[in-house]
């Protein structure tokens, strides 16, 4: 049975840090691609960060390029986002996420989510 479980949101200031967690069952992180995306009230699903099977390509979305950084370690069996310098935007539910194939695809499963509330 897949299951995620995220961790790690809080409230945090504007410009503060916050690291995610998303401890994953059920397969080995070798074997998909993994990724998180995040949806905020009355706003549309958006992809966050993806990272391949052997971990050798990422990808960002635009609005949070250069301030994330996702990254796993397989014998955890777990997934990372590091968010720094945050903004009043990125407050969402963030969800970690398992996709088929690529990033580019659908999430095939998710977690519950963890949520980040970024105000002052």
């Known amino acids: 049975q897949v299951q995620f479980v995220e961790s790690g949101g809080d409230l945090v200031q504007p410009g503060g840090s916050l690291r995610l967690s998303c401890a994953v069952s059920g397969f080995t992180l070798d074997s998909k691609t993994l990724g998180w995306f995040r949806q905020a009230p009355g706003k549309e699903r958006e992809k966050v960060s993806c990272?391949?099977?052997?971990?050798?390509?990422?990808y960002y979305a635009d609005s949070v390029k250069g301030r994330f950084t996702i990254s796993k370690d397989n014998a955890k069996n777990t997934v990372y986002l590091q968010m720094n310098s945050l903004k009043p935007e990125d407050t969402a539910v963030y969800y970690c996420a398992s996709y088929r194939f690529f990033c580019s695809d659908p999430p095939d499963y998710w977690g519950q989510g963890t949520q980040v509330t970024v105000s002052s």
């Open positions: 990272i391949s099977k052997s971990g050798g390509y990422t």
